[in-house]
Antibody
Framework: QVQLVQSGAEVKKPGASVRVSCKAS????????ISWVRQAPGQGLEWMGW????????YYAEDLQDRVTMTTDTSTSTAYMELRGLRSGDTAVYYC?????????????WGQGTLVTVSS | DIQMTQSPTTLSASVGDRVTITCRAS??????LAWYQQKPGKAPKLLIY???TLESGVPSRFSGSGSGTEYTLTISSLQPDDFATYYC?????????FGQGTKVEIK
């Protein structure tokens, strides 16, 4: 069955970077894209960006594009999201989600979420 | 970015009620709309894509409709498992956006 399993919770200081992983199983990662979505405590869903696993094409949300990098490793079926220059407003649960191979798509499977806490 | 506005923000209903949630886009999104259900502490779950196509395994009491800028999610007979927060999401543009969510509460 399709599964996306994310890395564990992180606590970071302001200004630091965080990298979250998302290991895919039950499907061929290179045939899909992966989007990252975050949710601040008690808030709604915010799309962060998309990566095509086959071509490493990316498209980032405009307000994050200077701080975020998404990559994939098809040999291990793992996607990664790195966010730099962390600030308190980046405290959130970060989700990876299976997306289409083209940038415009919806999310049919989700990871379990990774809580990133930014605190001094 | 395309703005997505859901209404209402909160909805109080009873088991068995027919429930309708509306999602309005700031420009036409040509059916490229998905609906998700999220329960506390859990990842969202896809219910409907392309405005009206039911995802496999989703109960038939859920349905979606709409076109252009206005879309609706309907639950024909609310069940105890349906109390949750619902989000719409457009994928017409490369920069995808969600509505702010509608919380369906027990009346």
């Amino acid at each position: 069955q399709v599964q996306l399993v994310q890395s564990g919770a992180e606590v970071k200081k302001p200004g630091a970077s965080v990298r979250v992983s998302c290991k895919a199983s039950g499907f061929t990662l290179s045939s899909y894209g992966i989007s990252w979505v975050r949710q601040a405590p008690g808030q709604g869903l915010e799309w962060m960006g998309w990566i095509s696993a086959s071509a490493n094409n990316t498209y980032y949300a405009e307000d994050l594009q200077d701080r975020v990098t998404m990559t994939t490793d098809t040999s291990t079926s793992t996607a990664y999201m790195e966010l730099r220059g962390l600030r308190s407003g980046d405290t959130a649960v970060y989700y990876c989600a299976r997306d289409g191979v083209a940038v415009a798509g919806y999310f049919d499977y989700w990871g379990q979420g990774t809580l990133v806490t930014v605190s001094s | 970015d395309i703005q997505m506005t859901q209404s209402p923000t909160t909805l109080s209903a009873s088991v068995g009620d027919r429930v309708t949630i509306t999602c309005r886009a700031s420009q036409s999104i040509s059916y490229w709309l998905a609906w998700y259900q999220q329960k506390p502490g859990k990842a969202p779950k896809l219910l409907i894509y392309k405005a009206s196509t039911l995802e496999s395994g989703v109960p038939s009491r859920f349905s979606g409709s709409g076109s252009g800028t206005e879309y609706t999610l309907t639950i024909s007979s609310l069940q105890p498992d349906d109390f949750a927060t619902y989000y719409c999401q457009q994928y017409y543009s490369y920069s995808k956006t969600f509505g702010q969510g509608t919380k369906v509460e027990i009346k």
